[in-house]
């Protein structure tokens, strides 16, 4: 049986979009309406090329000025908004563009997305193939897939439906699909923490103490997924995180280290429009955390990567068996892309520092770096260990002499001033905001801290309004193992309105053994 | 360890939303924007209950006006568009609230969406409780999910994914979330066809044929999911489906049956929001497709239902194995809700009657129904069949003598009285659109015709512009088995705009195989 049919020569003469784009050509107005980082193209009902073509709103499309091109969903303008040869854009897609009121756009038909074929397999159980996730990726980073598209790849994805063979074809995928930096000297090296551990903030004090050992450490750094804060949302109260590729390079080559944003890189563009769809879904695959982890240090030169993992019954790995599997997959996927990996495990029942939420997290941050006396000391502990570690790996001093030099560089004010120097060259130190409305949560009992539930913790520090509003979150007075008195504080709700406010508290009440107090023996 | 926190009594008085809606009123003005069925809520960046509240753009909000509330996705203006203390909203919230200008609406928060939890679990393997399944089943007829959030719950159920207790709680969920029809004499008959066979237009044939018959059959239908046309889709281009409950009573009562839309009726409206979702993703779900078919039946009061599994290769289901579980199930699942329900396995492996599309396959039935001589028998026959089986189920006639009295109605004209009644009785018969282009496909060579593509045939058709452009589509010439002359029509595309037609030929031109000609024994 071979190839049998073709349109038939009689037909009249028909042409596609593809054939004559200039057809497709409408005038940009702006109507400043924000879609957060959707794009949408505002069309007239009214518009012949939508007549023509036959679409109809949420229809997907091309948009192209000049030669760049996005995709944005159509919204139909029924009103008097734009004329019949108008098109407006949210204000995502006119920052994508680079557009200008009055610019000439050419509009067409989204060609068939054949990635989603693939998508489709997986979510019916067979396996996706190497070739199969260079094409969703590079489908995903130019932005052609819909929200519900990523949100059926993601869920396909969840838990641990990647295998491994699956895991290195994805990363290898994610950091081919973006830049890739390279560096005059090696090694370069890394940390990582794998998140939901409110308040780790490790990475802020371990890359000014690597680097002030002279270490060559660029960090770049993700905004939160599903918790309060990310490094990059952090640091960001302190200063600029959104940093082009050749302001990176700059303040790598000039200081030895740096810690930015790495979606303003566009490192991994991929990661970037997935992270958009889990953050909302709440949803994690162990596949795409390693991919994700991976292909950012592989992208941003690095030869060696510390990968801290904190285990607790509420953080996001909660056994040592989880962990260790996570660990094995992280060390062996990295080698498979020319990455040497180090796993440390590390005690995750806690919240680590007192602050959590972006700006919250920082004056911990500032306080170990300053050597306050009220310095949160696990912090600290944690962020010496890690960073002994990283000069280990990457060569500085031998095994079992790193923690003694992190200690000594912090000690004496080197990270300290490297960190300010980090921040300078970034754009300019600030001080993190400070909330306008806060709340006490007091014990209504005295007695012994006994557990701290870290998903319910990160939930009030959400409600506050964390990670969107950078004052937002909590501060925890009282850890695990600490006494605490009738009517003491237990932690302080921070919020930059008073409905955000009111809805962690109410979230409080509804909760209230996010922090477990047992009885005080001496109590009647 | 008992509860031991409560917000200080010494923090300032907050007041939730909750406590003081009429704080968060905003006057409706018209912006005439269609977002299809999504609703969206646009509020001016200067607005202060938005920057009270921390709302941002793609934040979900409940719309309330009088007693009727909506969820809508926030998209901010940051133009002139609106004042600060005004509001507009999407096409498709306009009319879910029944809101006209200068109406002020109460805009507040959306509590937590609990179910969601229980959608997270399920994507990592666990199973759904019936009432997690209840309250999912709630908050997505309430358009609480946003259409990532049921991306996700589709994804997670897709395949086999649901078992059968999931599948009976579903199905249960589905029926007690929407209206249910009461009727004054039993049984009450229903049939369907499980998708994927294009063309397969049976319902329209069989509920006059039963219905004239004497029994009882109120039939609600779909529209496509994913196939060029559902019979909703179909039996709109000759009468209205989109009948109220009260109105599909009335048909019901004077002609003993109907063919409406089940969306129209809200019998099921959870399946509906799911079936937005399902569509453009083009994903399936065994447990999902049983709980829509018999929800919808159970809540048509439907007592004996004959279900039809056409088995191809190309077809929905593809093996008798797969037919003989999935007929399995859903006797099973019939059962426990209470429903007689019998299968009938067909031949799936070509498409049914001719045309493909809503008024392709209108055309079809009317021909059958008017005893054509130029009808498809291949559809006159099956839905001979079907009724015959409908008559002996629901006890109208015993075993054995359902199809002679079948064909009996339909060839001595009752059967089309009976439909053209029925037509009048919802609105008015009218004649299926024509499309205003077309184009012929030929053969390449001659021979006979080996095999068709029932997949491809339907994707073609949908590019032409079907279920969307109701005479779009297309119409087959030559089944398999027939020979064809080189040159000789092979089908011929319908679409309604030129922009479509030339899609589908291209889709065609990529894939010659659709339908696969074998060579001919006498040609050189």
């Given at each position: 049986m071979a190839p049998t049919l073709n349109p038939s020569a009689m037909a009249t003469g028909l042409s596609g979009h593809s054939d004559h784009p200039e057809t497709n050509v409408l005038r940009l107005r702006p109507l400043g309406i924000d879609t957060y980082q959707e794009p949408v193209i505002y069309m007239s009902a009214d518009c012949p090329i939508c007549r023509s073509e036959g679409w109809e709103a949420l229809t997907r499309l091309q948009v192209a000025l000049g030669d760049r091109v996005i995709v944005a969903t159509l919204n139909v303008v029924t009103g008097d908004l734009l004329a019949p040869d108008e098109a407006s854009l949210s204000d995502a897609a006119w920052r994508l563009l680079g557009a200008a009121p009055g610019d000439d756009v050419v509009v067409s038909s989204m060609p068939p997305l054949?990635?989603?074929?693939?998508?489709?397999?997986?979510v019916y159980g067979h396996a996706l193939s190497a070739p199969a996730l260079t094409a969703i990726v590079r489908d995903v980073a130019a932005g052609r897939y819909a929200a519900i598209e990523l949100a059926a790849f993601v869920t396909a994805c969840a838990g641990d439906r990647l295998d491994e063979a699956e895991t290195i074809a994805l990363t290898r995928a994610m950091i081919d699909v973006g830049d890739r930096l390279d560096w005059p000297r090696a090694p370069v090296v890394d940390k990582h923490s794998v998140g939901g551990l409110p308040g780790n903030r490790t990475t802020m004090l371990v890359v000014p103490i690597v680097a002030s050992c002279g270490l060559l450490m660029p960090k770049t750094s993700s905004r939160a997924i599903t918790s309060p804060a990310g490094t990059a949302d952090a640091m960001e109260t302190v200063a600029p995180v959104d940093l082009s590729l050749d302001a990176m390079r700059r303040v790598?080559?000039?200081?030895?280290?740096?810690?930015?944003?790495?979606?303003?890189?566009r490192l991994s563009p991929a990661d970037d429009a997935i992270i958009r769809v889990e953050r909302p879904l709440d949803l994690d695959s162990e596949g795409q955390l390693v991919a994700s982890v991976l292909s950012k240090k592989a992208a941003a030169g690095s030869t060696h990567v510390v990968i801290d993992i904190p285990v607790g019954p509420t953080a996001k790995v909660r056994s040592a068996e989880t962990a260790r599997r996570l660990g094995d997959r992280l060390v062996r996927v990295g080698a498979a892309v020319g990455l040497v990996v180090d796993i440390m495990p590390g005690d995750g029942t806690q919240p680590?520092?007192?602050g959590i939420g972006p700006a919250l997290e920082a004056r911990d941050v500032l306080a170990v770096l300053r050597n306050d006396a009220e310095a949160p000391a696990?912090?600290?502990?944690?962020?010496?260990?890690?960073?002994?570690?990283v000069l280990e790996l990457g060569g500085r001093v031998p095994?079992?002499?790193?923690?003694?030099l992190a200690r000594r560089h912090l000690e004496r004010g080197g990270a300290w001033r490297k960190f300010v120097a980090i921040c300078e060259a970034q754009g300019g130190l600030r001080e993190p905001p400070r909330a306008a409305y806060t709340r006490e949560i007091v014990a209504t009992r005295s007695g012994r801290v006994d557990a701290i539930d870290n998903r319910r913790l990160a939930r009030a520090a959400k409600l506050a309004g964390a990670p969107r509003s950078p004052a937002a979150g909590l501060v925890l007075h009282a850890p695990t193992g600490r006494h605490v008195s009738i009517g003491q504080p237990v932690f302080t709700l921070?919020?930059?309105?008073?409905?955000?406010?009111?809805?962690?508290?109410?979230?409080v009440e509804a909760n209230p053994d996010i922090v477990a107090i047992g009885a005080d023996e001496a109590q009647p």
């Open positions: 054949e990635s989603l074929s693939a998508v489709r397999a997986k790598v080559e000039q200081e030895g280290g740096c810690i930015v944003w790495g979606g303003a890189v680590i520092g007192r696990d912090l600290r502990a944690r962020a010496l260990v890690l960073a002994g570690r095994e079992g002499e790193g923690l003694a921070h919020a930059e309105s008073p409905g955000e406010l009111a809805y962690a508290a109410l979230y």
